[in-house]
Structures are given as structure tokens and as C-alpha cells.
């Protein structure tokens, strides 16, 4: 398998790491979108959000539990911040591994159109 994530998850591509137990890694994105942004991705590849809920349900809940540790840990729970996951082209997904953006660390515009 050529998947990103998956090397990224075996320490054959450096990350600047902020969350890690044995199903969750969390690390800065490398092209933020807001001051603070980081990756969320299970350790289980998944390709989507879909996939994911479809295969291993659990997954989603301890991925969420991570954003919730990092989250009330890292000053960002007080202020708020935005959890976004994208699904398939039209939905701007360019890395077919299950992840969710975490988003804050300043006031976020709405989004959309």
C-alpha cells in the first residue's frame, strides 16, 4: 500500500507530532488553514469517513476522544475550533486515509457557499 498517512504512522515520514496513543495519531497539517491545524487520523486504514463508520465503528469514537483530550490539553475546547473531515473529490479529499482537520486558535469564517 502507498498510502501517506500509513507512512507517516510507521515512522518512514517525519511528522511534527502533537497526539499519539495506539489507535490515533494527531500532527500539525503542513498547509495550515488557520493558526492552529492540526490531522487527526486512525491508526487502521480507512479510505473515508464512510469507510471508516462501515468497517470499524469504535475507530470513530476513539479518533473524537483524541480531538477531545488535545483539545481541553492544548487551549483550543475554551475558545472552540472546527473538526472537518473531507469524502471523495468533489468533497476536496486528496488523501484517501481517513483523517479529520482540527481547526482554532482564532475566530474561523463561515464556510460553504
Given at each position: 500500500?502507498d498510502c501517506?498517512?500509513?507512512?507517516?504512522?510507521?515512522?518512514?515520514?517525519?511528522?511534527?507530532?502533537?497526539?499519539?496513543?495506539?489507535?490515533?495519531?494527531?500532527?500539525?497539517?503542513?498547509?495550515?488553514?488557520?493558526?492552529?491545524?492540526?490531522?487527526?487520523?486512525?491508526?487502521?486504514?480507512?479510505?473515508?469517513?464512510?469507510?471508516?463508520?462501515?468497517?470499524?465503528?469504535?475507530?470513530?469514537?476513539?479518533?473524537?476522544?483524541?480531538?477531545?483530550?488535545?483539545?481541553?490539553?492544548?487551549?483550543?475546547?475554551?475558545?472552540?475550533?472546527?473538526?472537518?473531515?473531507?469524502?471523495?473529490?468533489?468533497?476536496?479529499?486528496?488523501?484517501?486515509?481517513?483523517?479529520?482537520?482540527?481547526?482554532?486558535?482564532?475566530?474561523?469564517?463561515?464556510?460553504?457557499?
Amino acid at each position: 500500500m502507498d498510502c501517506l498517512f500509513c507512512k507517516m504512522i510507521k515512522g518512514e515520514i517525519p511528522v511534527d507530532k502533537v497526539f499519539e496513543n495506539e489507535s490515533v495519531l494527531g500532527f500539525r497539517d503542513i498547509h495550515p488553514q488557520a493558526k492552529d491545524h492540526f490531522l487527526f487520523i486512525s491508526k487502521l486504514h480507512t479510505e473515508n469517513i464512510n469507510h471508516l463508520t462501515d468497517t470499524h465503528t469504535e475507530q470513530l469514537g476513539e479518533v473524537f476522544s483524541a480531538i477531545k483530550l488535545f483539545s481541553e490539553n492544548n487551549d483550543l475546547a475554551g475558545d472552540g475550533f472546527r473538526v472537518v473531515t473531507n469524502m471523495g473529490k468533489n468533497g476536496g479529499q486528496t488523501v484517501f486515509h481517513t483523517h479529520f482537520h482540527v481547526l482554532g486558535g482564532e475566530p474561523l469564517g463561515r464556510f460553504g457557499r
